[in-house]
């Protein structure tokens, strides 16, 4: 089955930036299209965006667009977010997801395989 390990979160001050990665093994990466969501302490899972196995890609959420760009790379089987000009309210488990072939929205439920997140805290 499909597994997905992420990392590159850690702490920021406000205005930094990171670069997480979504690692995806143990199946074919072109099958499936993958998203990033975050959960906030207290809160309720949050979908950000998806890139399919094309390279195209959704933004779904507002608070985001703009300053996080997700990115593919196939060869290394290996989906990026890139975290720009961070804010305190951005805290959250970072997470990634995968579904067979598109991008089915922002909704938890509608993705297979999920990795284990990865903390990103911005505070000064």
């Known amino acids: 089955q499909l597994q997905l390990v992420e990392s590159g979160g850690g702490l920021v001050q406000p205005g930094g930036s990171l670069r997480l990665s979504c690692v995806v093994s143990?199946?074919?990466?072109?099958?499936?299209?993958i998203a990033w969501f975050r959960q906030a302490p207290g809160s309720e899972r949050e979908g950000l965006s998806c890139?399919?196995?094309?390279?195209?890609?959704?933004n779904y959420a507002d608070s985001v667009k703009g300053r996080f760009t997700i990115s593919r790379d196939n060869v290394k089987n290996t989906v990026y977010l890139h975290l720009n000009s961070l804010k305190p309210e951005d805290t959250a488990i970072y997470y990634c997801?995968?579904?067979?072939?598109?991008?089915?929205?922002?909704?938890?439920?509608?993705?297979?395989?999920w990795g284990q997140g990865t903390q990103v805290t911005v505070s000064s």
């Open positions: 997801a995968a579904a067979r072939y598109f991008c089915p929205g922002p909704v938890r439920n509608t993705y297979n395989y």
């Open positions: 143990g199946s074919t990466f072109d099958y499936y299209a």
């Open positions: 890139i399919r196995s094309s390279g195209g890609s959704t």
